[in-house]
């Protein structure tokens, strides 16, 4: 007899869920979210913590200003408005990561309280973890590497967090990193410790 | 003789990238673009695909309307900009997680060739695998799985694509699936096939 009909052998797909990505990875996903003033550290702890977590073979990806500000928020600018949705939209995007099983990690100055927990609502408990970068203004603004802190003092940016504009230190982060001459590993060791104590480095 | 300098064994942070992920995950990272007409089965063929990728132990995710409208693209309507601009940030989206070192799936009718190649020049070459899930009109129009053909002829949803707004097929496709009457699981392995025969399942 022929038989045109698709075989009776049932395919079910299992939905692939961030439960199972997770396990795949053999890790809780989370976002560790960096703060801090403009040349605090946050993204040199972030890349030295990457480095880390590779190292054990751990999946990661960090969100920054180099491939956020250039794709997904070109065209934002930095008035209020358009700083809320550029925070907004990286919250969804680390949201998305987790969901994928990711441990990502964000390197942005975040100033405002309000904004940070916006983003800590958006995902589930224990998977939001601030790391505050503490290190105080005269040293961000001795190292000022990007000059960024002269020319805000000459008046060249306006509404610069720290100058003319405030930062909202955390009252109680996950994380907090005394970053004055703290080496870069002893502050990348910190969040890794923080990580493996917590359980998030195994599914 | 107190030290009080950091150690003498220097921390070279080896700095991680889409090259060192992908090594990680053993796999080439790519965009896996479903387009077809709604109902024509792009959700159900780029589930059951992650479902298979996953079975390999390959690291995959899924965007679609369910994680993307709701999240990164609330707000945004269906006017042509806001259509642009949805696509725009999916796109920039998936090319975040190519760079994470991930199998993205999307699945979205995206219409129109223009968007489809702005989606393929933001990645590198390979790296954008067009997926043409191509179901005549009929059929999707007597699965109208989610009622929106009835209402579209109805006339309560305006610009619906195949009804009074054009669907651009593909011209060639990485990969064309005729889907009528073709079982999800053949649909499915038609797109693993691809993928390890072109040698993305390995790093």
Redesign the interface.
Known sequence: MPNNQ??NIV?H????DKS??SR??DQKPCILWFTGLSGSGKSTIA??V???L??R?K?????DGD?IRT??NKGLGFSDEDRVENLR?IG??A???V????IVLTAFISPFRSERQRVRD?VEEGEFIEVFVDTPLEVCESRDPKGLYKKARAGEIPDFTGIDSPYEAPESPEIHILNDRL????A?AQVVDYLEKKGYLNA
């Open positions: 698709p075989s395919f797909p299992h939905s692939v199972s990505r795949l990875k890349n030295a990457e480095s880390m590779w190292e073979g999946h990661t990806y960090l969100l491939n794709g997904l939209r969804e995007v949201k998305l990561f969901d994928a099983g990711t958006l080496p870069i590993e002893e990348a």
